[in-house]
Nanobody, 123 residues
Framework: QVELVESGGGLVQAGDSLRLSCAAS????????MGWFRQAPGKEREFVSA????????SYADSVKGRFTISRDNAENTVHLQMNSLKPEDTAVYYC????????????????WGQGTQVTVSS
């Protein structure tokens, strides 16, 4: 079992930055690739970013590429999502997720999920 707790969401203006964090506990964190997903009101949950177990490999959705940066600290059992140049369309509940060994773009492949943190970007 892996427990995930997100933090760092909030209400910001367009162009501002936020840093989301996800703290993991339970099984060996470094065995899990990590992903960030988001769900806007009335929309399906979508892939945002993912990072490999070592942190060497990362991936981003086209909509956030160049603005968001994912990172992880295996010593601290945390994964972060630095979000810059935020836009109103980034408004959503953001979830971190853990998948054993390798990351995926599909939410169905992740075994563990956090409860989510709300990000609201005003225009």
């Amino acid at each position: 079992q892996v427990e995930l707790v997100e933090s760092g969401g909030g209400l910001v203006q367009a162009g501002d930055s936020l840093r989301l964090s996800c703290a993991a506990s339970g099984r060996t964190f470094s065995n899990y690739a990590m992903g960030w997903f988001r769900q806007a009101p009335g929309k399906e949950r979508e892939f945002v970013s993912a990072i490999s177990r070592s942190g060497i490999s990362t991936s981003y959705a086209d909509s956030v590429k160049g603005r968001f940066t994912i990172s992880r600290d295996n010593a601290e059992n945390t994964v972060h999502l630095q979000m810059n140049s935020l836009k109103p369309e980034d408004t959503a509940v953001y979830y971190c997720a853990a998948r054993y060994l390798v990351y995926s773009y599909s939410q169905n492949d992740y075994q563990y999920w956090g409860q989510g943190t709300q990000v609201t970007v005003s225009s």
